[in-house]
């Protein structure tokens, strides 16, 4: 309790000292204050749970208690028809424990039982007392599930009170449900946790009424749909097959056992039907919903409306497509279109070309002719004159050599004419070499500064050019590589520095005769560098244009089918690569 204190004038203290309120408080205090207070407790001691637990299950019994029975009132035969549950005077409930059958039994005992009541062991009050503790002590379900009046009617799916009728026969048989007993609870919920995790056991759903939602809807049917009923069929079995007294009497276990079987059998066959009753009530309350009915019709709308614009899409895309592919195959028409006139201004092109080209050697033949040389004279320079002009170009030189008054003077500005464009050929290929040789090695387009080979590169490239003998594909490239990889110059040497030296050395050596060599020409070094694409090419027209074919068109054939080469180079790179292949062997 608040306590003021006030301090002595003896003290040296102020004379004005504020007032204090102390709030006093603690385990101890509450000590204190209960002995001062006649022993009530004040502490924070509680009674023990089993205590408290058992006087709410005594308050809940006296609570749903039926009026008391007196049994000594009864008749024989109103005895007989009277229920367990009234005899010993406790509510017809599924969740009564064996431990308040126990209590009721004891009460009841306290006045029906021989020893108080004088009535003798053969009082039929007391044998009722006694056979409705061993029932309900052991065989409560099996009595409350046949034994006890329950209604196992099912409404008509036309009925005009679906609410009232159907909640009611919910109601009625949701007494029977398992997830309600205690001991399901504790020991079944765990294993349904995962597939209905969403419903509460202890409280289950409600039927409701038309203005419930429809997720409460759906979750009050998933809750019935997985109803399990404890209903006990084994009284009621046994009683049908009117074997209760033979299991009682019978003579060997054997016997006991097989007339147990037979009950189980029947009691097994009753539990199908009544599963079957809850599904036919769940299946008939669920066709007769209203809600569910609207919410069908509902899905159904949402499923047309759904399908409705499914179907204007496909349409929309098919419209799409079939404009695209219109667009795509006009598209093509006109590049057909486009193709073929190209492609007859080509053929018109190459007809016009061919007859030139046959003008020309007409005119070349007929001077030959005249001054009674060889048709083949000058077989080369026509092939290379017709490879490289084009029909412009030919015309002109057909033109100019009409006007030549001899066959002589012909043949002259043939060889003239042949010598250019071969010189015009060898300047169109070196170009691009010089200028990439000169940006590579000078930033300032300078001349660059040729190494000469040393001795060990000299002897590299001679070994290179025995290891890779003539006719083989890339010959300079692999003689180059090798000349770096045993030599490692600075800069690395390329095939065309390797070609010019061979050259050189080559013009170099004396014969055998001790003249020395003739320069070679361009032939007889950089054209016999073949690329894998000509290589390739060169053996596709060896397989088109068979040995069978006259030689010199044979060949002339050929040439035309490899770009940049001629005849002539043809026959000498089919020749090295004839001997490369007899050498191998």
């Known amino acids: 309790m608040p306590t003021i204190t006030t301090l002595t004038e003896s003290l040296d203290w102020p004379e004005t000292l504020e007032t204090t309120t102390i709030e006093c408080a603690g385990e101890a205090f509450l000590e204190f204050q209960s002995l001062l207070s006649a022993g009530e407790d004040y502490t924070f001691s509680e009674a023990p749970e089993s205590e408290n637990d058992e006087s709410d299950n005594d308050d809940a019994l006296e609570e749903d208690e039926a009026p008391a029975v007196d049994l000594f009132s009864l008749s024989e035969n109103a005895l007989e028809e009277l229920d367990y549950y009234k005899v010993l005077h406790l509510p017809f409930k599924a969740n009564l424990t064996p431990d308040d059958v126990k209590k009721a039994y004891r009460k009841a005992c306290l006045k029906y039982h021989p020893d108080k009541s004088g009535r003798g062991e053969e009082d039929a009050v007391f044998l009722k007392v006694k056979a409705a503790f061993d029932i309900l002590s052991t065989q409560k379900l099996a009595y409350d599930s046949t034994e006890m009046p329950f209604d196992d009617s099912i409404p008509d799916e036309n009925t005009d009170n679906f609410f009232s009728d159907f909640g009611s026969a919910f109601e009625r048989n949701l007494h029977f449900d398992a997830r309600l007993l205690p001991a399901v609870n504790n020991k079944k919920s765990n294993r349904r946790k995962s597939r209905s995790s969403r419903i509460n056991f202890s409280n289950p759903p409600s039927l409701g009424d038309e203005s419930t939602p429809i997720e409460q809807v759906h979750e009050f049917y998933d809750y019935w749909a997985h109803f399990e009923s404890w209903r006990d069929f084994g009284m009621q079995a046994s009683r049908e097959l009117e074997t209760q007294d033979q299991l009682e009497q019978a003579e060997s276990r054997y016997e006991k056992r097989w007339y147990q079987k037979e009950i189980d059998r029947k009691a097994k066959k009753l539990k199908q039907q009544e599963q079957s009753r809850i599904t036919t009530l769940v299946e008939r309350a669920m066709a007769s919903d209203p809600r569910l009915q609207q919410e069908k019709e509902r899905l159904i709308k949402e499923k047309e409306e759904k399908q409705r614009r499914k179907e204007e899409e496909a349409l929309e895309k098919i419209r799409q497509e079939e404009a695209a592919r219109l667009a795509e195959e006009r598209m093509q028409r006109e590049a057909e279109n486009k193709k073929k006139s190209e492609k007859l201004i080509r053929e018109k092109e190459k007809k016009m070309l061919r007859k030139t080209k046959q003008a020309f050697r007409k005119i070349v033949g007929e001077a030959l002719a005249s001054l009674r040389q060889s048709e083949h004279a000058l077989e080369d320079e026509v092939d290379l004159i017709c490879t490289e002009l084009n029909r412009e170009?030919?015309?002109?030189?057909?033109?100019?050599?009409?006007?030549?008054?001899?066959?002589a003077e012909v043949l002259e500005l043939v060889r003239k004419r042949a010598a250019n464009v071969e010189d015009k050929r060898e300047e169109e290929e070196s170009t691009p070499e010089i200028v990439q040789i000169s940006v590579i090695s000078s930033p300032e387009s300078s001349v660059p500064k040729k190494v000469p080979f040393s001795p060990d590169e000299m002897s590299a490239l001679a070994k290179g050019v025995k290891k890779f003998p003539a006719g083989g594909g890339n010959r300079w490239d692999q003689i180059a590589a090798y000349i770096n990889n045993v030599c490692h110059p600075e800069p690395p040497r390329t095939k065309e520095e390797c070609i010019e030296i061979f050259n050189q050395n080559k013009a170099s050596r004396p014969n055998s005769n001790g003249a020395?060599?003739?320069?070679?020409?361009?032939?007889?070094?950089?054209?016999?560098?073949?690329?894998?694409?000509?290589?390739?090419?060169?053996?596709?027209?060896?397989?088109e244009f068979p040995a069978s074919m006259d030689k010199n068109e044979r060949w002339a054939n050929i040439a035309k089918s490899i770009p940049g080469k001629t005849k002539k180079q043809c026959v000498q790179r089919f020749k090295a690569i004839r001997d490369a292949l007899k050498s191998k062997k």
Do not use: F, H, I, Y
């Open 393 to 407: 170009q030919l015309t002109k030189l057909n033109r100019n050599l009409e006007s030549k008054s001899t066959p």
């Open 516 to 543: 020395t060599a003739p320069k070679t020409t361009q032939e007889d070094g950089v054209e016999d560098v073949w690329t894998a694409e000509q290589d390739k090419a060169l053996q596709s027209a060896l397989v």
